[in-house]
T-cell receptor
Framework: NAGVTQTPKFRVLKTGQSMTLLCAQD?????MYWYRQDPGMGLRLIHY???????AKGEVPDGYNVSRLKKQNFLLGLESAAPSQTSVYFC???????????FGPGTRLTVT | AQSVAQPEDQVNVAEGNPLTVKCTYS??????LFWYVQYPNRGLQFLLK??????LVKGSYGFEAEFNKSQTSFHLKKPSALVSDSALYFC??????????????FGRGTQLTVWP
């Protein structure tokens, strides 16, 4: 049972480049989330999804887009990367009934 | 609005001593509260949660948390700390309203260091 997986683990981008982060979960969870973690800031919610085909904005959505075409996958896109998007990105999923979120191992993104 | 405060950025404790990591919350309605731990270069791991029932909740690795409604607190505790408990700890509260059901609000984290 893999739980929540994230691809890639590391990435370096130049300003203006685009990329997509992939999150997959095998727990049949309804809800999925994308967070960013920055030193001293805790975790900040970027976007989330309460079901296939449905997404919503979190605290810091600007500069990011998401899609949830399949229940098990949640994609985070950066259309034009900026240095301010240098961060560690975590994906999480949760069941509609139990509430606790299960996290992936993270993607460390550096934008130069 | 839902929010969580972790008033201590750092907690230092000697191995074998009891530890407490503090958390206070603000939420509309009944709170669903969670504790997570993060080891270096890893994702967050779920430790325990309070939904309803006993105010003392037991979780993984010998941790427990005490829910206090009058003080709006949910402090994490362990009777005897281990060096391996050294990590970053996050408290979180769940929003139970409408379409945001399931969304968690996290505190900024408390770095726990247990020295030998």
């Amino acid at each position: 049972n893999a739980g929540v997986t994230q691809t890639p683990k590391f990435r370096v981008l130049k300003t203006g480049q685009s990329m997509t982060l992939l999150c997959a979960q095998d727990m049949n969870h309804e809800y999925m989330y994308w967070y960013r973690q920055d030193p001293g800031m805790g975790l900040r919610l970027i976007h989330y999804s309460v079901g296939e085909g449905t997404t919503a904005k979190g605290e810091v959505p600007d500069g990011y887009n998401v899609s949830r075409l399949k229940k098990q996958n949640f994609l985070l896109g950066l259309e034009s990367a900026a240095p301010s998007q240098t961060s560690v990105y975590f994906c999480a999923s949760s069941s509609q009934t139990t509430g606790e979120q299960y996290f992936g191992p993270g993607t460390r993104l550096t934008v130069t | 609005a839902q929010s969580v405060a972790q008033p201590e950025d750092q907690v230092n404790v000697a191995e074998g001593n009891p530890l407490t990591v503090k958390c206070t919350y603000s939420v509309s309605g009944n709170p669903y509260l969670f504790w997570y731990v993060q080891y270096p270069n890893r994702g967050l791991q779920f430790l325990l949660k309070y939904i309803t029932g006993d105010n003392l909740v037991k979780g993984s690795y010998g941790f427990e948390a005490e829910f206090n409604k009058s003080q709006t607190s949910f402090h994490l505790k362990k009777p005897s700390a281990l060096v391996s408990d050294s990590a970053l700890y996050f408290c979180a509260v769940r929003d139970g309203r409408g379409s945001t059901l399931g969304r968690l609000y996290f505190g900024r984290g408390t770095q726990l260091t247990v020295w030998p």
